[in-house]
């Protein structure tokens, strides 16, 4: 695994996972504040490196914004290669700092809050399924069967979070994002299949 450091913190950063450590303040001599780090990496492609770009851009930037970040420390780029010296992708490292305190609630609201979100999409789903015929109705029931499921494994991670701190709570954070990315993604393609009928 590589390693790099950040000189004034002293935090490590293991590339493609977020990684995190308690640090004291500068001067204050207290722990108030998470220093955090997320990768992000994007493939080029020739002649579309700058749309690449820009959605890599707006990846990390809704990042930021979906967890309340107030101080990003660093962000960094660099390049990967091919076999042939060719720049292929890239790789983002963002550094932060995310209060201490409010963070873990801050994200348990947000979580409750998209499944809130996902839940009226899914009720939509079952309305305008209900207007198709016998067949398809039937088809859409059996989908929307499967994602209340994965609402509901959703909620369940949510309410384990709830009930935890520290590292277990911080396995708990990545399993609830991974069943909201699941249940998004199943909604997501239950609305393309309802807009071709």
Do not use: C
């Amino acid at each position: 695994m590589h390693f790099a450091f950040l000189a004034d913190y002293g935090v490590a950063l293991k590339y493609g996972i977020e990684t995190q450590e308690s640090l004291p303040r500068p001067g204050k001599g207290e722990t108030s504040a998470m220093i955090k780090v997320k990768s992000f990496t994007s493939q080029l492609k020739i002649f579309r490196a700058h749309r690449e770009l820009d959605e890599l851009d707006k990846v990390v930037s809704d990042f930021i914004a979906s967890r309340g970040i107030r101080k990003v420390i660093s962000i960094s780029d660099s390049s990967t290669t091919g076999n042939s010296g060719e720049t292929i992708g890239l790789i983002r490292v963002l550094a932060y700092e995310e209060p201490v305190g409010g963070s873990k609630e801050h994200f348990q609201e947000q979580i409750e809050s998209t499944l809130n979100e996902w839940g009226e999409e899914i009720e939509k789903i079952r309305k305008k399924a209900d207007k198709l015929g016998a067949d398809a109705r039937g088809k859409y029931r059996e989908q929307i069967e499967d994602l209340r499921d994965k609402q509901e494994t959703a909620r369940k991670k949510l309410e384990d979070m709830k009930r935890t701190s520290g590292e277990a709570w911080e396995d708990l954070r990545t399993g609830a994002e991974a069943a909201i990315d699941e249940l998004k993604k199943g909604v997501e393609g239950a609305v393309a299949k309802l807009k071709k009928n």
